[in-house]
């Protein structure tokens, strides 16, 4: 079972990235994906939520900005993230999850600065 997690970098504030998270060796579309985020000396906290039905949940820090999102054919789930701001600045895990199954990524690095 492999995720992989791409997309990270370097954005001004109110900038924009697409977060990608390519899943490999698991029934994608049977999985709830989380992306969930790591910042320098803060425990992981979860960001949004999308559902085997498709549906949407989002913590408070990304009501209105962030969007996620899954494409079932092609393995993939999204995280399309809008008006970034400086503390949005850490690394990006997506985590698959069925039953007591579940895996993560390996993070990617977002950075907000101008």
């Known amino acids: 079972v492999q995720l992989v997690e791409s997309g990270g970098g370097l954005v001004q504030p109110g900038g924009s990235l697409r977060l990608s998270c390519a899943a490999a060796?698991?029934?994608?579309?049977?999985?709830?994906i989380t992306w969930h985020r790591q910042a320098p000396g803060k425990q992981r906290e979860l960001v949004a939520t999308?559902?085997?039905?498709?549906?949407?949940d989002y913590t408070d820090s990304a009501k209105g900005r962030f969007t996620i999102s899954r494409d079932n054919a092609k393995n993939t789930a999204y995280l399309q993230m809008n008006s970034l701001k400086p503390e949005d600045t850490a690394v990006y895990y997506c985590?698959?999850?069925?039953?007591?199954?579940?895996?993560w990524g390996q993070g990617t690095q977002v950075t907000v600065s101008s």
């Open positions: 985590n698959a999850k069925k039953f007591q199954l579940t895996y």
């Open positions: 060796g698991i029934s994608f579309s049977t999985y709830v």
């Open positions: 999308i559902t085997t039905d498709g549906n949407t």
